[in-house]
C-alpha cells in the first residue's frame, strides 16, 4: 500500500483494520490460555498465567521496538523507491532476529524462579508460573521470527497476510490448547506448549511469504548477514521504543507486586481477568498508532510533510472516537468478559470493580498511541521512549510508591494504570504540538 497518494482516513482505515485483527488474534494467544487453565485447571492456575504475563511482555515488547524501528527504516526506504538499502535492511534484520531470538532464551530460562520472586508471586501460584514461563521462553524466536517478518510485510504496505497467519495459527492455538489440556490433562505445561507450537507455524508462514516476496524486499537465505551500519541504524530507532515498551511492561509487574502483596488468589485473578479485558480495549488506537508509523515514514520519505500531519490529525478523532465508544461496550458488558475467564464470584467482583475503575480515563491513550507512532515515523524514538517512560514507569511508581503508604486497598492500587494513562496523553500531545519536531526531520534529512 503507497500511502503517499491517496485518501487519509480511507488509507488509515484499510491499513488499520487487518493490523486490528492481527493484534486481536495475537492477544488471543495468552487469552485463550487464560481462559482454558481458568475453567479446566483453576484460579491458582489462572492466576500463574496472569502473573506471567508482565514477565512475557517485558522481553518481548523489547524486541517488537526493534521491530518497530526496523520497519521505520524499511517504510523509509520504500517511500523514497531505494531498493538496494531496502534489501540490505530486510537481510540484517533477518540476522539480528536470529541473534536476538537465541540470546533471549539463554538468559531468560535460568532466570524464572528469580523474576516470579521478584513480583512477589505466592508460593501456591509459583509452581504453575516456573512451568508456563520456561516452555514459553525456550521458543520465544519463533515469536520474535513472525514478528520481525510482520513488521517487514506492514512496513511495505502489506497487513492482510500477516493477518491470515495470525489467523491460522491462534485457530491451531485453541484446538491445541482444547487437545493438551482438556484430553491429554497436560495442565498449564499443555497451554504453553500448544502456545509454542502455534507460534512455529507462523514464523513459518511469515518467512515463506518474504521469500516469495516482490524483488524488491523478497528474502534470500543466502544473502542473510549483518551490515553493521544499518544494524546500528536499526538499533538507533528500534532501542528507545525496545527500551520504552519493555520497561513499562516491567512497571507492570511492579503494579502486579502490589496486587499480588494482597495474597489474595480471587484478587490476583480478577486482576489477570481485568489486564487481559485492558489488552483488548487498547488494541483499535494501537493500531491506529501503527498505521500513523507507517503512514509518517512514507510521507516524509516522499517529502510530503504536510500530508503527515494532516494523517496524524486524522488518527487522533479516529482513535479518540473508538475508545468513547469501547467504553460503552464495557460499561454494560463487564461481568459477562469476566465470567469468560471464571465465574468464581470473588473473581468476577474484583475483575468488574478494576475494569470499572478504568473506564473514564481510557481516552487518553488515543493521544498517546497516536502521537507517540507520529514520532516514531519520523524517526524521533528517542522522545516518545522519555515520555511514556516517565508516564508509565516513573509517575505510576511514584503515585503507587506515595499512595499506598497512606491508603493500601485494591482501590488506589488500582487507580496505578490510568494515572500512567493520563500523564503520558498529556505530555505526548504538548510535545507533538510544541516541540518543532517536524523541523528536526527536515534539517537531519537537509544535512
Known amino acids: 500500500m503507497d500511502m503517499t497518494e491517496g485518501n487519509i482516513w480511507k488509507l488509515l482505515s484499510l491499513f488499520a ?13 495468552n487469552t485463550v490460555d487464560s481462559i482454558i487453565v481458568g475453567n479446566f485447571v483453576g484460579k491458582n492456575a489462572l492466576a500463574a498465567v496472569g502473573s506471567t504475563t508482565v514477565i512475557c511482555n517485558t522481553m518481548v515488547n523489547f524486541f517488537n521496538g526493534i521491530s518497530i524501528g526496523a520497519g521505520v527504516l524499511i517504510s523509509n526506504y520504500y517511500g523514497a523507491r531505494d531498493q538496494e538499502n531496502l534489501q540490505r535492511t530486510i537481510h540484517t534484520i533477518a540476522s539480528l532476529t536470529v541473534i536476538l531470538g537465541v540470546g533471549v532464551t539463554l538468559f531468560s530460562v535460568p532466570w524464572v524462579p528469580f523474576m516470579l520472586k521478584m513480583i512477589s508471586t505466592p508460593d501456591d501460584v509459583i509452581g504453575y508460573a516456573s512451568v508456563y514461563l520456561r516452555i514459553y521462553f525456550l521458543g520465544i524466536v519463533f515469536l520474535f521470527t513472525y514478528n520481525m517478518g510482520s513488521s517487514v510485510l506492514r512496513a511495505v504496505g502489506d497487513t492482510k497476510r500477516p493477518l491470515y497467519f495470525l489467523i491460522t495459527s491462534s485457530l491451531l492455538n ?7 489440556v482438556v484430553v491429554f490433562h497436560w495442565g498449564i505445561a499443555g497451554v504453553a506448549a500448544a502456545t509454542v507450537l502455534s507460534q512455529a507455524v507462523s514464523a513459518i508462514l511469515v518467512c515463506a511469504a518474504l521469500m516469495r516476496a516482490e524483488e524488491a524486499y523478497k528474502l534470500r537465505v543466502k544473502r542473510i548477514c549483518m551490515d553493521t551500519a544499518l544494524c546500528r541504524r536499526i538499533l538507533l530507532l528500534g532501542l528507545p521504543i525496545g ?25 490476583m485473578a480478577g486482576w489477570s481477568c481485568h489486564i487481559k479485558i485492558d489488552q483488548f480495549c487498547i488494541l483499535p488506537v494501537m493500531s491506529i498508532g501503527q498505521s500513523v508509523t507507517t503512514f509518517v515514514s512514507q510521507n516524509l520519505g516522499a517529502k510530503k510533510l504536510e500530508r503527515a500531519k494532516a494523517g496524524v490529525r486524522t488518527a487522533v478523532y479516529m482513535g479518540t472516537g473508538l475508545l468513547l465508544l469501547i467504553c460503552v461496550i464495557l460499561a454494560f458488558t463487564s461481568g459477562n468478559m469476566v465470567k469468560l475467564f471464571n465465574r468464581d464470584t470473588e473473581v468476577v467482583y474484583y475483575g468488574v470493580l478494576f475494569v470499572w475503575m478504568s473506564i473514564p480515563f481510557r481516552f487518553f491513550s488515543a493521544w498517546n498511541q497516536t502521537y507517540a507512532g507520529a514520532l516514531r515515523g519520523s524517526g524521533n524514538t528517542k522522545a516518545s521512549m522519555l515520555i511514556m517512560l516517565f508516564s508509565l514507569v516513573i509517575c505510576r511508581q511514584v503515585y503507587l510508591f506515595v499512595i499506598t503508604r497512606f491508603v493500601n486497598n485494591v482501590y488506589t492500587v488500582g487507580l496505578g494504570y490510568p494515572v500512567g494513562w493520563i500523564c503520558c496523553g498529556l505530555l505526548s500531545r504538548w510535545y507533538y504540538k510544541h516541540s518543532g519536531w517536524e523541523e528536526t526531520y527536515i534539517g537531519r534529512e537537509k544535512r
Not at 483494520?17 to 494467544?29: A, E, M, R, S
Not at 485453541?174 to 493438551?180: E, G, K, M, N, Q
Not at 519493555?246 to 489474595?264: E, K, M, P, R, W
Open 17 to 29: 483494520v487487518p493490523l486490528l485483527f492481527g493484534n486481536l488474534f495475537q492477544q488471543l494467544y
Open 243 to 267: 527500551v520504552q515498551q519493555s520497561l513499562t511492561a516491567f512497571s507492570n509487574a511492579f503494579v502486579q507486586s502490589y496486587i499480588n502483596a494482597f495474597g489474595s488468589a480471587a484478587i
Open 174 to 180: 485453541i484446538a491445541l490448547d482444547l487437545l493438551f
